[in-house]
């Protein structure tokens, strides 16, 4: 069964950076892509990047082109989305979820999600 | 970018209810379309994946159709545990877009 767990909530000043973790378990690392999707409250799902660890590959949203990177530890089955330049219109819950990988294509289905990290920027 | 647009955007209904939620994409999707469960403080949940497979575990109460621009998703017999926000979701040239999302209650 996998599992992507995510690392707990932030507070950030505009700005700033923030660095979120998630860890997969379940064995399926080398075989997947990991999405960042945010929902800021009371909004919809917002699509902003992906990585395939076992290609190194990654792609980002075009909003978030430039300011966002997605990194990953094959090591550790980790996942990483960092931030920059951080604004009040970034407070929002961001998950990390699975796309299986057929072969080398992307499934286009987000099957495991993580629980969420609510980061908040404020002053 | 593919832009999703969902209808209704919410929508009142009894136990038993025949459910009936639209998507509609910018452009040709083909069956690259997705349907997601949400509830309150929770992960989406994937519910059916390019257009018309039930994902494992979930009820066949839920289905959904279409291709090319337009698609469907019904929930045949509503249920008390199916009151949440139901989102819409392509994939096409290697990026992801979420429909606006539609909220289902009673």
């Known amino acids: ?123 | 970018d593919i832009q999703m647009t969902q209808s209704p955007s919410s929508l009142s209904a009894s136990i038993g209810d025949r459910v009936t939620i639209t998507c509609q994409a910018s452009q040709d999707i083909r069956k690259y379309l997705n349907w997601y469960q949400q509830k309150p403080g929770k992960a989406p949940k994937l519910l059916i994946y390019d257009a018309s497979n039930l994902e494992r575990g979930v009820p066949s109460r839920f289905s959904g159709g279409g291709s090319g621009t337009d698609f469907s998703f019904t929930i045949s017999n509503l249920q008390p545990e199916d009151i949440a926000t139901y989102y819409c979701q392509q994939y096409d040239k290697l990026l992801f877009t979420f429909g606006p999302g539609t909220k289902v209650d009673f």
């Open chain 1, 1 to 123: 069964q996998v599992q992507l767990v995510q690392s707990g909530a932030e507070v950030k000043k505009p700005g700033s950076s923030v660095k979120v973790s998630c860890k997969a378990s379940g064995g399926t690392f080398s075989s997947s892509a990991l999405s960042w999707v945010r929902q800021a409250p009371g909004q919809g799902l917002e699509w902003m990047g992906e990585i395939v660890p076992f290609l190194g590959t990654t792609r980002y949203a075009h909003r978030f082109q430039g300011r966002v990177t997605i990194t990953a530890d094959k090591s550790t089955s980790t996942a990483y989305m960092e931030l920059s330049s951080l604004r009040s219109e970034d407070t929002a819950v961001y998950f990390c979820a699975r796309a299986p990988q057929i072969g080398y294509d992307n499934s286009g289905y987000f099957d495991y999600w993580g629980q969420g990290t609510l980061v908040t920027v404020s002053s």
